[in-house]
Nanobody, 119 residues
Framework: VQLVESGGGLVQAGGSLRLSCAAS????????MGWYRQAPGKQRELVAT????????NYADSVKGRFTISRDNAKNTMYLQMNSLKPEDTAVYYC?????????????WGQGTQVTVSS
């Protein structure tokens, strides 16, 4: 599975951005996809996840009510709509995909896309 993020950039506080993650390869095996982020000097943290059918989502408390995760299985693409952005949302955002096969977890990461929110 290969993951390619896009959509990052510079935005003022209160603005919006939409990130995309295009998946290719053995996408049929993916069970869960998600977005993670890593700010300078901090550990990578979970932002949001979504199940393969798109029916179950999970968000970090810090982004609830502001970010929305979704996926279009026909396009093998996942999205993160980010509204009401804050300077503390500044980070490199990574796309993640997980699949399970015969008791083994496989995990894939994109290269990351920079999101910078100015105050």
């Amino acid at each position: 599975v290969q993951l390619v993020e896009s959509g990052g950039g510079l935005v003022q506080a209160g603005g919006s951005l939409r990130l995309s993650c295009a998946a290719s390869g053995s996408t049929f095996s993916i069970n869960v996809m998600g977005w993670y982020r890593q700010a300078p000097g901090k550990q990578r943290e979970l932002v949001a996840t979504i199940t393969s059918g798109g029916g179950r989502t999970n968000y970090a408390d810090s982004v609830k009510g502001r970010f929305t995760i979704s996926r279009d299985n026909a396009k093998n693409t996942m999205y993160l709509q980010m509204n009401s952005l804050k300077p503390e949302d500044t980070a490199v955002y990574y796309c993640n995909a997980r699949s399970w096969s015969i008791g083994t977890l496989y995990e894939y990461w994109g290269q990351g896309t920079q999101v910078t929110v100015s105050s």
